[in-house]
């Protein structure tokens, strides 16, 4: 099965590429439509097992935000090199136009 990876100077986000797909395609209308396009030939094509999203599109964070908080993924946290599972992650709210992706965390985990 294909992965897709996306990575952040603070963590790595995998999804299958089933998962990716199928939630593209469910809210569709959510996101620009030219760059989804180019998204879903890029998850689509090729025959490498692992897909890495190149930092454009600059809105592939909100769907891996959606699909952290449906349930599908996972996070590697690189401040203490472990892996969660979506179903692990804590959802906090954030101010001041801050992406929750990037937030800065004090400490380990």
């Known amino acids: ?6 990575h952040t100077q603070e963590a790595v986000f995998e999804f299958t590429q089933k ?3 199928e939630h593209i395609e ?3 209308s959510a996101y620009h439509a030219d760059e989804t396009k180019k998204l879903m030939n890029l998850i689509s094509s090729g025959n490498q097992e692992t897909i890495t999203i190149p930092e ?3 809105f592939f964070d909100m769907i891996a935000l959606d699909l ?4 599908k993924g996972s996070v590697l ?3 203490c090199n472990k892996t969660y599972r979506s179903k692990d992650i ?6 001041a136009g801050e992406c929750p992706i990037a937030i800065k965390r004090e400490g380990q985990g």
């Not at 952290?68 to 349930?71: E, K, L, N, V, Y």
């Not at 804590?90 to 101010?95: C, D, L, P, S, V």
């Open 90 to 95: 804590k959802a906090i709210t954030i101010g």
């Open 56 to 58: 454009e599109p600059v």
């Open 1 to 6: 099965m294909k992965t897709v990876s996306f």
């Open 77 to 79: 946290c690189k401040s």
């Open 26 to 28: 469910i809210k569709l």
């Open 19 to 21: 998962e990716v797909q």
């Open 68 to 71: 952290i908080g449906t349930g």
